[in-house]
């Protein structure tokens, strides 16, 4: 990764970060902008091969130790594990980021219950789950924690009825841990990103063609009436005040300074980092509406 940092690339030395979420996307560019200031990490998720592989990248990137730890954030057990074999390995939790999350296109008529729990328990009970997992650890520290929520439920997003209720979730956690927690010297914000570009994340909410008016179910769809995948990147990007998809990158940056001595003074906040991209949604974009919501429209939870 091309460093933009104005940061001291000492600033993070002797620190130690625990990230869950951390094995791509958005939330590795986190972690490998700490390491390469100087942190530490443990980076945890799912799949155990894939975190390992994560984690021994990072380290050759950076020069800094991380360790990969495997587990589901829906179980506190073993997030508790996690935290006391980071501080087993590592010494101590400074920082937290809590980046676990899972998303996918569906309107409420064809969101099933257990689709939308599913959400639930891996962005708002998995937050609070690594939050309940660290806490004792970063109180000693007087650290600080991030939480990689959304804008989606700043409005009402088509489509996003599970991650809009997730995240409004997060949103609200972090504002009661910085009144709990500030008295002890923890500190809790929050980053939202936008669109960001090469993730997971862009490329379900911009899916690789885009439905016909009506939006029939995916089964129903014939290829005479779908548009290019950059037919629908044009239009969200035009839709974007700054006139682009965020990075990775981008909100690492925002990262570097949240955890950092100069932003000692904040706690309880959202940082948005979206190219004002949430005043005008440009995710809509791929969504004909109204059409693709009278009667008829699709059935497209997966879970």
Same mark, same amino acid.
């Given at each position: 990764?091309?460093?933009? =940092? $104005?940061?001291?690339?000492?600033?993070?030395?002797?620190?130690?970060?625990? $990230?869950?979420?951390?094995?791509?996307?958005?939330?590795?560019?986190?972690?490998?902008?700490?390491?390469?200031?100087?942190?530490?990490?443990?980076?945890?998720?799912?799949?155990?091969?894939?975190?390992?592989?994560?984690?021994?990248?990072? =380290?050759?990137?950076?020069?800094?130790?991380?360790?990969? #730890?495997?587990?589901? %954030?829906?179980?506190?057990?073993? #997030?508790?594990?996690?935290?006391?074999?980071?501080?087993?390995?590592?010494?101590?939790?400074?920082?937290?980021?809590?980046?676990?999350?899972?998303?996918?296109? !569906?309107?409420?008529?064809?969101? =099933?219950?257990?689709?939308?729990?599913?959400?639930?328990?891996?962005?708002?009970?998995?937050?609070?789950?690594?939050?309940?997992?660290?806490?004792?650890?970063?109180?000693?520290? *007087?650290?600080?924690?991030?939480?990689?929520?959304?804008?989606?439920?700043?409005?009402?997003?088509?489509?996003?009825?599970? %991650?809009?209720?997730?995240?409004?979730?997060?949103?609200? #956690?972090?504002?009661?841990?910085? %009144?709990?927690?500030?008295?002890?010297?923890?500190?809790?914000? $929050?980053?939202?990103?936008?669109?960001?570009?090469?993730?997971?994340? &862009? =490329? *379900?909410?911009?899916?690789?063609?885009?439905?016909?008016?009506?939006?029939? *179910? %995916?089964?129903?769809?014939?290829?005479?009436?779908?548009?290019?995948?950059?037919?629908?990147?044009?239009? !969200? &990007?035009?839709?974007?005040? #700054?006139?682009?998809?965020?990075?990775?990158?981008?909100?690492?940056? !925002?990262?570097?300074?949240?955890?950092?001595?100069?932003?000692?003074?904040?706690?309880?906040?959202?940082?948005?980092?979206?190219?004002?991209?949430?005043?005008?949604?440009?995710?809509?974009?791929?969504?004909?509406?109204?059409?693709?919501?009278?009667?008829?429209?699709?059935?497209?939870?997966?879970?």
């Amino acid at each position: 990764m091309a460093s933009l =940092s $104005v940061f001291n690339p000492n600033l993070y030395q002797g620190k130690v970060v625990f $990230v869950t979420g951390g094995g791509s996307g958005i939330c590795y560019a986190m972690t490998e902008a700490l390491m390469r200031h100087g942190a530490s990490a443990a980076i945890f998720g799912r799949r155990a091969a894939n975190i390992q592989s994560a984690a021994a990248a990072l =380290s050759k990137a950076t020069g800094q130790r991380c360790i990969g #730890l495997a587990g589901d %954030v829906r179980k506190l057990e073993t #997030l508790e594990e996690a935290a006391a074999r980071t501080v087993a390995e590592l010494g101590r939790i400074d920082y937290v980021i809590c980046g676990a999350a899972g998303n996918f296109l !569906s309107p409420l008529e064809g969101l =099933s219950p257990n689709a939308f729990r599913t959400v639930l328990e891996i962005d708002t009970i998995g937050t609070y789950n690594t939050y309940k997992a660290t806490i004792a650890e970063v109180v000693k520290t *007087r650290g600080s924690y991030i939480a990689v929520s959304a804008t989606l439920h700043y409005k009402g997003t088509a489509l996003q009825a599970h %991650v809009s209720a997730a995240k409004a979730g997060v949103d609200a #956690l972090f504002r009661v841990m910085a %009144v709990e927690y500030g008295p002890r010297g923890v500190r809790a914000n $929050v980053i939202a990103p936008g669109p960001i570009d090469g993730t997971e994340g &862009i =490329s *379900r909410l911009l899916p690789p063609v885009r439905p016909p008016p009506r939006f029939p *179910r %995916v089964s129903e769809q014939s290829s005479e009436t779908h548009y290019l995948l950059q037919d629908v990147r044009e239009q !969200s &990007i035009k839709r974007i005040p #700054l006139q682009r998809f965020g990075t990775p990158e981008d909100i690492a940056q !925002s990262a570097l300074f949240l955890f950092s001595p100069a932003a000692s003074y904040i706690t309880g906040t959202v940082t948005v980092v979206d190219g004002g991209d949430y005043h005008t949604f440009s995710s809509m974009g791929a969504v004909p509406y109204p059409e693709a919501f009278q009667e008829g429209g699709p059935k497209l939870s997966k879970l």
